[in-house]
């Protein structure tokens, strides 16, 4: 059967970037983002917990690399004086959005939702959570169809739901049962999910997960019906 490709999304290019500055990179554009202003150092170092000269010495690195610029503004404290800020370019955008394809292929779809689904039962039974979900982040990049990116984010949270218990899975899968709609299963299943693991580990999700299910919930809403229909079934035979 031919592939169908309708449309592309960003394509992040392979970058050799270490998970240390790329967590600081993300900070810094969840930050920059939200105020839509370049951040100084410091505020990052306060952020992460580290001393503002490992900060600052994280930012020139990525600067070199072309992920960061800089700029300089006048230091509302000390008349006269100015202070470094910097801000994500270009680059820093493309690593974090990546071009995936649009296929109708059912074939391939089918094949792709195999593949995921064996990849959930044989980390379920690692009992490591946390190696599991870093195996998963270190996959998602390869993901060059947007369904099967969007079937890694649930895997995510197959393992979360996994670790959480029959209970809570059983409570999860009756309440998603009741939903008439594809979108809106999936929707709550993301958002019950999310919602319980935060309340039993008593912190946040991980930046890189919470950046990837705000990801997927926009890849939601273009999904086509055949997507989606691929997409309903994985996670009904992954919870199973």
Not at 27 to 46: D, F
Not at 74 to 103: H, M, W, Y
Not at 159 to 175: E, T
Request: glycine letters at 4%; one cysteine or more; hydrophobic letters at 45%.
């Amino acid at each position: 059967m031919q592939r169908i490709i309708v449309k592309k999304e960003k394509r992040k290019k392979k970058m050799n970037l270490t998970e240390r500055r790329k967590q600081f990179l993300q900070q810094i554009m969840r930050l920059y983002k939200k105020s839509g202003l370049p951040v100084h150092y410091v505020t990052l170092a306060n952020l992460l917990g580290v001393s503002k000269w490992t900060a600052y010495d994280m930012l020139k690195e990525l600067e070199k690399s072309g992920f960061l610029k800089r700029d300089y503004i006048v230091n509302p404290n000390e008349l006269g004086r100015s202070v470094i800020v910097f801000s994500p370019t270009t680059k820093a955008d493309e690593l974090f959005g990546q071009i995936r394809e649009v296929t109708f292929d059912a074939d391939q779809l089918n094949g792709v939702k195999k593949k995921v689904l064996e990849m959930i039962f044989e980390l379920q039974s690692t009992k490591n959570l946390q190696q599991s979900l870093e195996f998963i982040l270190n996959e998602i990049p390869k993901a060059n169809v947007r369904t099967e990116f969007c079937m890694y984010i649930l895997a995510i949270l197959i393992l979360y739901l996994h670790a959480l218990g029959k209970v809570q899975k059983d409570m999860v899968k009756n309440i998603i049962v009741v939903a008439n709609r594809h979108d809106i299963k999936i929707t709550l299943f993301v958002g019950m999910v999310v919602g319980t693991a935060i309340q039993s580990v008593a912190q946040e999700l991980d930046p890189r997960i919470s950046d990837l299910i705000g990801s997927f919930l926009k890849h939601l809403d273009q999904l086509s019906m055949n997507e989606m229909q691929i997409l309903i079934e994985f996670l009904q035979e992954a919870i199973n």
